[in-house]
Structures are given as C-alpha cells and as structure tokens.
C-alpha cells in the first residue's frame, strides 16, 4: 500500500493570531495610555470639588450603580483609587504595547473596563451607547490570544532564554515538559524585570504630567466659581453666600440632597437659579464651559445652555434638573 504525503501549507501571515489583534491591540495599546495620561493632566480630575473630579464621579455612582455599597466605602480614599486607575491604564496600555504579559495586561483592561461599566455607564440607556461595555468585549479577544508572538518584547525574551538555553528556536513538538517549564520560568523573571523598568518610565512620565498639570478649574470646560465642598441638603439650609457668586458667575457645590454636583448660576442681579451638573442623558457629571457659557458633558458630548439648562446638543433631550433655592439674608439657601 502507498502512503501519501500529505503536504501542509504554512498559514498565511495574516491569518496567524498576532497580525488578525494587531489593529485592536494597537488601538487599545494608545487609547489606554491616552487616557490615563489624559486623567493625570486634568487637575480637575483630582479635585475632591470639581463637578469632574473623581470624587463626584464617585459619589454620583452611589446610587444607581449595583456596586454602590462598594463605591460608597471607597469615596475617602477617591483621589488614591483615582490615581491608581490612572496609572492602572497606563500600565495597560504599556503592557499592549510592548508585547510583555500581554495577556495580563488585558485582563487588567478589562478589570478597569467593568469596573466603568458597573458606576459610569451603568444607566446608560441604551447600554450601547455607553463605550465601557465596548472595552469590556474589545479586550476578550487578547485576554484568549495574546500577542501571538508578534511585536512582542515577550516573545523576544523568550527566544533569547533559548538561544542561551542552547534550545532550538522556536520549541520542537517533542521538547521535554521540565525543559519548557525551565524557560518558561527564566522568561517571566526576565520579562518581569523589563515591564518593571517599563512600567516605571511610565510612572515617572504620568508623574510628570500630573505635576505639570496646574490648578483645579484653570481649563476650559470647568467651573469658573471656586467650587464648594459643603454639603447643603436639609431645607433651608446654607449653600453659599450671595458676594460668592457675582452677576455673570457659575457656582459649582455638591447637593447633598441628592449626593450629586450641582451649579449655581447668577444670570442677572436678583436671579439665582441652580441646576444639578448631572446630564440627563445617562448621568454624567457635566462641565461648565465659561467660554461658550454652557455645560457640557464629557461622555456623549451633550451641551446645556449655561443660564437655563435647556438642551442645546443632544444626545440628552431633557434639561438639567433644577434645584429649588432661595436667597435670604446674603445666603442663598437650599429650598
Ligand atoms: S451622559 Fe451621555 S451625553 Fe451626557
């Protein structure tokens, strides 16, 4: 009987796992970087003040996320969590980037992406507008197929381990298991030791970043009154006096009624008018725009008008919701 030789033709290269990831790798890789440097940059992001500060964020999450028992407990140490999402996602990114522990990397993304998911975006409706739950599934794929070997710091590593190791690059089917476990081992230590330097580069240009970032409100699209901290919520209850909120000015305090960051706008001598700064769209906290005299939300793009919280841009179609105040003796109260 004649056997056959059954010839295998090799995979096209497009077709082998690393090159199929590489764009979603690429692009996960900047936008987590981006966006962790993007939060080390904004000082309002670690105001414990600021309408878009984590803090409010935070407190905002309280009660409508299903984790809000968790996120309540977390609210004193904001500014630490904030941090270290910040650098969690640059790490991440760093992680895609490179090709070292790409697996981990992603899981981690994907930690940091439900984590949004369950407080930022959880009342977004429908939940595809809410981009978490995109990055949720967008890391599955890298979470299950790595870097497959290309663009990778990781795999580098690896066929120097062998290469020293006097090993066949890459690994023969019938390699004994003791010897793969062998370089296994040496190429997560050194590969450990290499995102360690990575990981601290990056650090020290987030730290950089954050120490060149300036003072709370000094961008656009932030509150141009010094936001309050106070907590007014009983009825009649003092939020902040009338010489603080001059004609033409935005106040920015925390409602405690509702636990939310709220505005007070002074439109015209005698007329105060307060609004929460949470849009009605899927509960972001929004921004005071002091140039376009507007709030603006940073999740969908939503603008308000800045005297009476109509709805200029959608995708939220109603205003901002009011809060009842009144003006008594120099303070203006809550109602
Ligand atoms: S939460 Fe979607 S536009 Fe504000």
Redesign the pocket.
């Known amino acids: 009987m004649s056997k056959t030789a059954v010839s295998q033709t090799p995979e096209p290269r497009w077709k082998q796992t690393g090159w199929i990831l590489l764009p979603l790798r690429a692009f996960l890789a900047v936008t987590m970087i981006y966006a962790g440097l993007l939060k080390f940059s904004d000082p309002n992001f670690f105001s414990v003040t600021s309408p878009n500060g984590i803090t409010s964020q935070m407190r905002h999450s309280v009660a409508g996320s299903p984790v809000g028992f968790i996120v309540q407990h977390g609210i004193e140490h904001a500014n630490l969590l904030g941090l270290m999402i910040a650098a969690g996602e640059v790490i991440v990114g760093l992680g895609l980037l490179f090709g070292i522990f790409t697996r981990l990397a992603a899981l981690g993304g994907l930690a940091l992406s439900t984590s949004f998911f369950l407080t930022v975006s959880w009342g977004?409706h429908p939940y595809f507008?809410g981009p978490d739950i995109v990055f949720m599934f967008a890391f599955t794929p890298l979470i299950i197929g790595g870097d497959g070997g290309l663009l990778s710091l990781e795999a580098l590593i690896r066929r120097r381990v062998r290469s020293r190791m006097r090993l066949a690059n890459p690994a023969p089917s019938h390699e004994s298991s003791a010897i793969r476990a062998e370089v296994n081992r040496r190429t997560v230590v050194q590969s450990g030791v290499v995102a360690a330097g990575i990981g601290a580069i990056g650090l020290i240009v987030a730290g950089v970043t954050k120490a060149g970032a300036g003072t709370p409100g000094s961008g656009a699209g932030t509150a141009v009154a010094a936001p309050s901290a106070s907590g007014a919520g009983a009825a009649g209850s003092r939020i902040v006096a009338t010489s603080k909120v001059p004609v033409g000015s935005v106040y920015a305090f925390n409602d405690a009624a509702t636990a939310a960051p709220a505005f007070i706008v002074h439109p015209a001598t005698d007329t105060y008018l307060a609004y929460s700064s949470i849009?009605t769209?899927?509960?972001?906290a929004c921004g005071y725009d002091s140039q376009h005299d507007t709030f603006v939300?940073p999740?969908?793009?939503?603008i308000f008008n800045g005297k009476t919280g109509d709805v200029m841009q959608g995708?939220?179609t109603t205003p901002l919701a009011k809060i009842p105040i009144t003006v008594s003796n120099g303070y203006i109260l809550r109602a």
């Open positions: 977004t507008f849009c769209h899927a509960g972001c939300c999740c969908h793009g939503s995708p939220a």
